[in-house]
């Protein structure tokens, strides 16, 4: 093969290369498939009482996995998300109304619990993989709408995991034991 034959093939491959790569960054709107998300197991690490308003605090790992495949490459996150939820009942929402007292016996209505907060502990989130594609430019909301979707799911997983009941049980056993020890031989404790 004679030097212009290899000339003529370098530039050829070039504009080959060349033209993948303005494809690859000029070109992404031409797929419009959403990111998918790989569903993984949620793992309650620890459940914790809190004598507050918040009377459960939940903390849960979660491992999310989120994928933007184009045909011209693909972006993708993997994080394993450090999650804390609390949950509890608004005291102060408590009006004269719903407590009674005769003698010894105190009869108190609070609010049933709710989640109160839930974030991602930015210090014990990790991500284990981030991979942008030869012909993709990185995609920076990737990591954070894997972020929001582990804070999404982590909130789901306590309530399927029961944090309201559990808040609830635990409001009402604190307040039982605050209005004994205040000298209340009866207490009842009710949710509205």
Known sequence: MS???WA???CLLACIFGFGIFLGRFLPSLSSAPP????TTTIIKQIQTLSQFVTVKYVLEKVVVLE??????ENR???VAHGIVKAGTDLGSIRSGDISIKEKRLSIVIPRSRMTDAYLEDKQTQVLERTTGLMRTFDKDLEQN???????????AAFRGGIIDEADERAR????NLFRSLGFEEVEVRMK
């Open 3 to 5: 030097k212009s034959h």
């Open 8 to 10: 003529l093939l370098v």
């Open 36 to 39: 998918q998300i790989i569903n």
């Open 68 to 73: 933007d495949v184009k045909w011209y490459g």
């Open 77 to 79: 996150v993997t994080i």
């Open 146 to 156: 894997a972020r929001r979707q582990a804070t999404d799911e982590i909130k789901r």
């Open 173 to 176: 056993t604190q307040l039982v």
